[in-house]
């Protein structure tokens, strides 16, 4: 964004000639109506920026309590007055910055394994099957499912395709088939892993699992030390809270194969695909550009956080309510969660650093959330900063909502098919579904995804009733550098897989030249001009035989200690101290 331009000069440039001009009456009169025109041709337009809008500064939940309704200008309470909504161009934003990155064409998907990358026909095993039941809502179901491939291919084993959770925070009773096209899945990783529907049989009845659980973030070498012997033993292994248990540091054909489940093998059912599809036409036909939001603030999530939003002892009693739930839950010092960026932002304070970044009130925007605390009063600041405020029920009718209404997993996954397609991706929070949708868009051309710098940004959002509009939104965009979903934004090997898949994109060497180069810093790959991979690097994960895995090689890493339990309930309704899930189950 920034000021209008006078035709015919360059924006910034002075105007070189300084000579007076005499001209005839008739061009002064002409002159003078074209003047006119171009006037009310401008304040008949859509404003640039909005007017200033009230803020309430109480001490208790700073709303919103003025809206403006018409184009005249007024002020932010708490800011200082005179000042509209700036038109800038100076620091690292413009208009055409905001829906797309330009450097985002220097890089693209490269998830195709390597030349020594072996089949599955020859690398799985016989009597070697692997179950999985995955923990928590869609999003983190979608992580243990990723990885419960990668941990087949590891183990060489057929995997039976994964069990979803029923019982724990979400209560959703879908299967996989309900939510995934299993048929797609099954038959796009073929080459990769060999994956059936139901368990195994013998003698005409379904093989009793042996049940174990793996720790957290366990490497392929804990796998092949915990899990194979006990694999080999009992043929068949069910693996319970099945999510992040699998180490971010692979090799690199591993890695590839993450991002061909997460990013090509999962795809939601029809009638979930097709309903998300047309809230996109709907969201296209009423704007060419929109936002989506991901505002995760239901009761719950609050009460888990631990985090104090100002809504004063009756906040604090409701809240405080909802976390005698949790027996065992620790309860954090709400002030120095809010300082170290650990809570969710506010519905207002997401309004206001998007409006900071430059984006107009015109901008349409979707809303992905669940049960709001606070309900509308709590929407009205972010209401009243886009007004063209949208969500999956306004957009669709009760007769199309019907056949969802009673599954959280598919409502969400509606609500992520949107997300994935939106021109501008904001979350304000860190959850799973945030982190699965930022790699997702890194991965598929690096489309705006903006992580709000919340650590920094509370800071700003304290000081702001002693700021005026323009220190406050320069400060904003600054403080978001680096957080706007740019390539190369995060190094390489940092952060979550799921939210950086770098080994999965590749950047081009030149302009004249198809040889690019893997963002990851190690196992890299080139391409020829003929495009035929040439592998440069460790090899792929060996397959292991049976002999060559008898358990004798153990690990002293005491990290890698997996629990083996013979019987263990699946109900994970049931929260102990010693779960470190529940974080997880509640930050989907």
């Given at each position: 964004?920034?000021?209008?331009?006078?035709?015919g000069?360059?924006?910034?440039?002075?105007?070189?000639c300084?000579?007076r001009?005499a001209?005839?009456?008739?061009?002064?009169?002409l002159l003078?109506?074209?003047?006119?025109?171009l006037s009310?041709?401008f304040?008949?337009a859509?404003?640039l920026?909005?007017?200033?809008?009230?803020?309430?500064?109480?001490s208790?939940?700073?709303?919103?309590?003025?809206y403006?309704?018409?184009?005249?200008?007024?002020?932010?309470?708490?800011?200082?007055s005179?000042?509209?909504?700036?038109?800038?161009?100076?620091?690292w934003?413009?208009q055409?910055?905001?829906?797309?990155?330009k450097l985002a064409?220097?890089f693209?998907?490269?998830?195709?394994s390597?030349?020594?990358y072996?089949?599955?026909s020859?690398t799985?095993?016989?009597?070697?099957?692997?179950i999985?039941?995955?923990?928590?809502g869609?999003?983190?179901?979608?992580t243990?499912i990723?990885?419960?491939?990668?941990?087949a291919?590891?183990?060489?084993?057929?995997?039976v395709?994964?069990?979803?959770d029923?019982?724990s925070?979400?209560?959703?009773?879908?299967?996989f088939?309900?939510?995934?096209?299993?048929?797609w899945?099954?038959s796009?990783?073929?080459?990769?892993v060999?994956?059936?529907k139901?368990?195994?049989?013998?003698?005409?009845?379904?093989?009793k699992?042996?049940?174990?659980?793996?720790?957290?973030?366990c490497t392929?070498?804990?796998?092949?030390?915990?899990?194979?012997?006990?694999?080999?033993?009992?043929?068949?292994?069910?693996?319970?809270?099945?999510?992040?248990?699998?180490?971010?540091?692979?090799?690199?054909?591993?890695?590839?194969?993450?991002?061909r489940v997460?990013?090509?093998?999962?795809?939601?059912?029809?009638?979930?695909?097709e309903l998300?599809?047309k809230?996109?036409?709907r969201?296209?036909?009423?704007s060419?550009?929109?936002?989506a939001?991901?505002?995760?603030?239901?009761?719950?999530?609050?009460?888990?956080?631990?985090?104090?939003?100002?809504?004063?002892?009756?906040?604090?009693?409701?809240l405080?309510?909802?976390?005698?739930?949790w027996r065992?839950?620790?309860?954090?010092?709400p002030e120095k969660?809010?300082?170290?960026?650990?809570?969710?932002?506010t519905?207002?304070?997401?309004?206001?650093?998007?409006?900071?970044?430059?984006y107009?009130?015109?901008v349409?925007?979707?809303?992905?959330?669940?049960?709001i605390?606070?309900?509308e009063?709590?929407?009205?600041?972010?209401?009243?900063?886009?007004?063209?405020?949208?969500?999956k029920e306004?957009?669709s009718?009760?007769?199309?909502?019907?056949?969802?209404l009673?599954?959280?997993?598919?409502m969400a996954?509606?609500?992520?098919?949107v997300?994935d397609?939106?021109?501008?991706?904001?979350a304000?929070?860190?959850?799973?579904?945030?982190?699965?949708l930022?790699?997702?868009?890194?991965?598929?051309?690096?489309?705006?995804?903006?992580r709000p710098?919340a650590k920094?940004l509370y800071s700003?959002?304290?000081k702001r009733v002693?700021?005026?509009?323009?220190?406050?939104?320069?400060q904003v965009?600054?403080i978001?550098?680096g957080y706007?979903?740019e390539?190369?934004e995060?190094?390489?090997?940092r952060g979550e897989?799921?939210a950086n898949p770098a080994?999965?994109?590749?950047?081009?060497?030149?302009?004249?030249?198809v040889?690019?180069?893997?963002i990851?810093?190690?196992?890299?790959?080139?391409?020829n001009?003929?495009?035929?991979?040439?592998?440069?690097g460790r090899?792929?994960?060996?397959v292991y035989?049976?002999?060559e895995?008898?358990g004798?090689?153990?690990?002293?890493?005491?990290?890698a200690r997996?629990?083996?339990?013979?019987?263990?309930p699946?109900d994970?309704?049931?929260v102990?101290q010693?779960?470190?899930?529940?974080?997880?189950?509640?930050?989907?």
């Open positions: 964004m920034g000021q209008p331009r006078r035709r000069y360059p924006h910034g440039h002075h105007h070189r300084h000579r001009i001209l005839p009456a008739a061009a002064l009169a003078f109506l074209a003047v006119s025109l009310v041709s304040l008949s859509p404003p920026t909005d007017p200033r809008t009230r803020l309430a500064t109480s208790s939940r700073r709303f919103l309590r003025r403006p309704t018409n184009g005249s200008s007024g002020e932010f309470e708490g800011f200082e005179g000042e509209a909504f700036p038109v800038t161009t100076h620091g934003i413009r055409d910055d905001l829906w797309h990155s064409s220097n693209y998907e490269c998830s195709n390597s030349s020594k072996l089949d599955s020859v799985a095993q016989p009597e070697r099957y692997l999985v039941v995955t923990s928590g869609l999003n983190q179901q979608r243990g990723v990885d419960a491939v990668v941990a291919r590891i183990l060489n084993a057929t995997l395709v994964p069990k979803l029923q019982t925070f979400w209560k959703d009773s879908s299967n088939s309900e939510i995934f096209d299993m048929d899945f099954i796009f990783l073929a080459k990769d060999k994956i059936i139901e368990p195994p049989e013998k003698g005409g009845k379904p093989m699992p042996y049940k174990m659980r793996v720790p957290r973030k392929p070498r804990c796998y092949l030390n915990r899990v194979l012997p006990a694999l080999l033993k009992k043929h068949v292994i069910r693996m319970t809270k099945y999510d992040y248990r699998l180490s971010n540091k692979l090799d690199t054909d591993l890695q590839k194969l993450r991002c997460n990013y090509h093998a999962l795809r939601f059912t029809d009638p979930i695909q998300g599809e809230l996109i036409q969201m296209r036909e009423k060419r550009y929109f936002i939001l991901h505002l995760r603030f239901e009761p719950d999530m609050l009460a888990f956080s631990g985090c104090y939003y100002g809504g004063g002892e009756k906040e604090r009693r409701e405080a309510a909802i976390r005698r739930r065992t839950l620790h309860i954090r010092d969660g809010r300082r170290q960026g650990r809570c969710p932002l519905p207002e304070e997401v309004g206001l650093m998007l409006r900071a970044l430059g107009r009130s015109d349409h925007i979707y809303v992905a959330s669940g049960e605390y606070g309900g009063d709590t929407l009205a600041p972010l209401k009243a900063l886009f007004p063209n405020f949208h969500t306004t957009l009718s009760q007769k199309e909502l019907a056949p969802f009673k599954f959280s997993s598919r996954a509606i609500d992520f098919i997300c397609e939106s021109d501008a991706f904001v304000n929070n860190v959850g799973n579904m945030a982190k699965i930022a790699g997702r868009r890194r991965y598929f051309g690096h489309k705006r995804t903006i710098n920094q700003l959002f304290m002693n700021m005026s509009w323009d220190a406050f939104s320069a965009r600054i978001q550098k706007m979903g390539p190369m995060i190094s390489p090997g897989f799921h080994a999965c994109i590749c950047e081009k060497t030149g302009k004249n030249s040889a690019v180069k893997s990851s810093r190690s196992n890299q790959e080139l391409v001009d003929t495009g035929i991979k040439k592998a440069v090899p792929p994960y060996p035989t049976d002999e895995a008898d004798s090689d153990t690990e002293d890493d005491t990290t997996g629990e083996m339990i013979d019987a263990e699946d994970d309704s049931v102990r010693e779960d470190p899930e529940l974080e997880e189950i509640l930050s989907d």
